[in-house]
């Protein structure tokens, strides 16, 4: 448990750390916030999100389908993961 809890700390300290303000003298960018890099990894995450939404939950219940997971093996013996469409039967 201790081990736990320290991770838990760890993590938490990195995920604020990037929004404290540097001290007077050691900012890098002359001309841009010292969060941007932050706030922009954020967005993009954000981003990711709001695709898969749109994606995975909003389409398939739009279009009248759903997606399901099937593993293909290759010639080769490599598999690999596809997303079929297939349509909802209603009884």
Excluded: T
């Amino acid at each position: 448990m201790p081990i736990a809890i320290f991770f838990l700390i760890s993590n938490i300290y990195l995920v604020i750390a990037p929004f404290v303000p540097p001290s007077a003298g050691q900012n890098l960018y002359e001309h841009l916030p010292y969060y941007l890099h932050c706030v922009v990894g954020a967005g993009i995450l954000l981003a990711g999100a709001v695709y898969w939404v749109f994606w995975a939950k909003l389409m398939p219940k739009l279009g009248g389908y759903e997606l399901v997971k099937e593993n293909r093996v290759g010639s080769d013996g490599w598999s690999s993961s596809v997303f079929e469409r297939r349509a909802i039967v209603k009884s």
